[in-house]
């Protein structure tokens, strides 16, 4: 969901830099091939991701939620020389599709795929991380975050996506509406958190931005 009016969600995508032309080709294949292909990063909120990164210049990243491959992509365009992005994903299925498209990358052996249930893999990932991208299962949103916020370095970033909910954060959830709720409290959290300055972008379904200091 895109809350900015179309001409102007337009204008800044065309006065934004534009996604290479693997991107283009992997974001086809999603389309074409993936479950739900919505949840894509897509052109524009890629290129915010790749601009993060490449000011963060990270040696390490830890992405929750790879889905086809997108934002690693994005992501890695930031990466130290020698730097490493380790995704998590649960869904085995999509594996080999992601490993296609990281294979044709400049960021063929800098980026290493996990599958599993990202809170048991994370366990296994050895920090510290200078920027995490958390874009998985919406319940477990505060657990993610209290599993990684100890091994963040100072000056690192946490983004975190889909904070808005299609605006649903912003109502009174219904009592069965376990997602809404969950994401209600962990944009109290990270916006509460002594450790953390957060910003809340309205960039499609929602990007916070969350300093570690």
């Not at 894509?40 to 990164?53: A, P, T, Y």
């Amino acid at each position: 969901m895109n809350f900015l009016p179309e001409n102007i969600d337009d204008y800044a995508s065309s006065h934004s830099q534009k996604e290479p032309a693997l991107l283009t080709e992997l974001y086809k294949e999603t389309w074409q091939k993936a479950l739900v292909p919505r949840m894509i990063s897509g052109h524009f909120q890629g290129r915010v991701l790749s601009m993060i990164s490449k000011l963060v210049n990270p040696l390490t990243i830890l992405e929750i939620g790879t889905y086809t491959g997108y934002s690693a992509l994005c992501l890695a365009e930031g990466l130290q020389k020698n730097g490493i992005l380790h995704t998590i994903d649960h869904n085995e299925e999509l594996f080999d599709l992601q490993k296609k498209y990281f294979d044709r990358s400049p960021f063929k052996g800098s980026i290493k795929q996990h599958t599993g249930e990202a809170l048991e893999v994370i366990k296994q990932i050895e920090g510290p991380f200078d920027l995490v991208f958390i874009d998985a299962d919406k319940a477990n949103y505060s657990n993610y975050f209290h599993a990684i916020i100890d091994q963040m370095n100072s000056g690192g970033v946490i983004l975190s996506d889909n904070v808005l909910w299609s605006g649903k954060v912003t109502q009174k959830p219904d009592a069965k509406d376990e997602d809404t709720k969950a994401l209600i409290e962990y944009n109290k959290l990270i916006n509460e958190d002594p450790r953390l300055e957060t910003v809340l972008l309205p960039i499609r379904d929602g990007l916070t931005i969350s300093r570690v200091k």
